[in-house]
């Protein structure tokens, strides 16, 4: 700010010279001034003296005051014009009238008096003030004007002029001066690289980004930031299972302890299919601390358990977050947990459970319906031993039966009341079919026998001797004898 100010008196140099008389001040003037006409006059430079005398001792306002005076006299050559409004935009600007300021400053421009060098100086003094105003579009491109036309190009500049772009959001007009802001700083600061790394974020250059990213972690490879950019930066180019490697790595180095973070690399266990893995982390994690034990994440952590298959691990974290939260979804997955884990006991508690909680009674009653279904499947192959009644009463049966109660529950309106009809008609009809298939084998016995009885008693007709029928048989005569022996009996009687 120091050097600014100076440059805003710059075109009052000659003015500073001015002795304490007039007849001293113009020859002082003219001997300051190598150009013809670049020259105070008796009247014009009293004022301004007196002007200068306040700009010294910090009176802005009446330095203000007095060169409004002194602009306003007649006969002023352009000089003594140029001069005096740019003693007037200093006095401006130390009283923060900045829009003033730089009006004055144009008006030194305009009114012709400075020379080349001065008016340049000058344009981009305006320019900083712009920029410092706010105004950094406008003040940047002015600082632009003045380079493109053959301007001083000094590293304050491309730095002013990177800066006010930047403030003003135009990240592709700030991007090549920041780049060669970038090239000429030495040595570079991280300023230098965090500038040029929004940048290229900004303008969603990843490759550049990509570059830049990496020779910074070369440089501060602590910086757990920089690490996570490159993360995104990798997935974001689709380079998911590098992305995957960078926080593996990170993690198992212990720089990690940001739920976020942890919760990050979890998911990423589960994308690659390692979900057992993923349940061990975000348990130990919740364990210690730095992931809360919401029932969010006990659902969470009891779904990567089930994706793995380790549904007994997962049941009872399933039940605390059921309990935590009291949801009847919760509920419902805990009890296809136990479902899958053939707990049809302790499933259709938890199904119930739900069906209190507002869950869908069909889905609820087709599962707790089908789990009884598979328990019955789970006890021995039914044969045709025994009797109709001993098989109607077997386990098999009598679960067979609690099925069938159990699909009959599921809503008519519902969209699992076909399916559960079906699987009734299945069932009766699986029923019936042991049974028919137990007639038939039945009969196909007895008819055996009945062949193998008729051939008994014909063999005793020839030999004389006795009636010689199989023990497995034998219960088979009494009716063979009813249906054929007493028949022949009557033919012979008559």
């Not at 000429?184 to 550049?208: C, V, W």
């Not at 008609?425 to 009945?450: G, W």
């Not at 014909?458 to 028949?487: K, M, W």
Request: aromatic share 10%.
């Amino acid at each position: 700010m120091r050097s600014f100010k100076q440059a805003l008196y710059v075109g009052a140099a000659a003015v500073l010279s001015v002795a304490s008389t007039l007849s001293v001040m113009a020859p002082s003037v003219a001997h300051a001034q190598a150009t013809e006409g670049r020259q105070f006059g008796a009247k014009a430079g009293a004022i301004v003296n007196e002007a200068l005398q306040f700009l010294n001792s910090n009176e802005f306002a009446s330095a203000a005051a007095k060169l409004k005076e002194a602009i306003s006299l007649s006969d002023l050559n352009p000089y003594e014009r140029s001069t005096i409004y740019q003693m007037t935009g200093a006095a401006q600007y130390e009283l923060d009238q900045y829009d003033s300021a730089i009006s004055s400053f144009e008006s030194a421009i305009n009114a012709g008096g400075l020379l080349p060098n001065e008016a340049d100086a000058l344009r981009v003094n305006i320019a900083q003030l712009l920029i410092a105003n706010g105004q950094y579009a406008e003040g940047a491109r002015r600082l632009e004007d003045y380079l493109n036309g053959g301007g001083q190009e000094k590293p304050q500049y491309v730095e002013l002029l990177t800066n006010a772009w930047v403030q003003s959001e135009n990240y592709t007009r700030a991007l090549p001066w920041a780049e060669k802001w970038f090239r000429q700083a030495s040595p570079k600061e991280r300023t230098h690289f965090d500038l040029l790394n929004f940048l290229y974020n900004n303008l969603g250059m990843s490759g550049k980004q990509a570059d830049l990213v990496k020779v910074m972690i070369a440089r501060w490879p602590n910086d757990k930031q920089l690490w996570d950019s490159w993360s995104s930066l990798l997935a974001n180019d689709g380079r998911e299972k590098d992305a995957f490697e960078v926080n593996k790595m990170l993690y198992l180095s212990g720089v990690m302890d940001q739920e976020q973070d942890l919760t990050r690399v979890v998911q990423y266990y589960s994308f690659y299919d390692m979900p057992f893995q993923a349940a061990q982390i975000l348990e130990m994690e919740m364990n210690a601390g730095r992931i809360p034990q919401t029932p969010e994440r006990l659902v969470q952590l009891s779904d990567l358990y089930r994706q793995a298959r380790e549904y007994r691990t997962a049941i009872p974290i399933l039940e605390r977050a059921a309990s935590q939260s009291g949801r009847a979804k919760l509920y419902a997955d805990l009890g296809e947990a136990l479902y899958n884990e053939g707990n049809c006991g302790a499933a259709e508690e938890a199904f119930k459970e739900a069906i209190d909680r507002g869950y869908n009674r069909g889905k609820s009653w087709m599962l707790i319906a089908t789990c009884r279904y598979e328990d019955a499947q789970r006890e021995k192959r039914q044969d045709c031993s025994g009797t109709r009644e001993s098989r109607r009463n077997s386990v098999k049966n009598r679960k067979r039966d609690l099925a069938i109660e159990a699909f009959n529950q599921v809503p008519g309106g519902s969209r699992e009341s076909r399916d559960a009809k079906r699987w009734v008609q299945f069932i009766r009809a699986e029923r019936k079919a042991l049974e028919d298939r137990c007639t038939f084998e039945a009969n196909v016995v007895k008819e055996q026998c009945f062949i193998a009885i008729r051939q008994a008693y014909s063999n005793q007709v020839f030999t004389g001797g006795e009636l010689e029928i199989t023990e497995s048989c034998q219960p088979f005569q009494a009716e063979f004898d009813r249906l054929y022996r007493q028949a022949v009996n009557r033919d012979a009687g008559g």
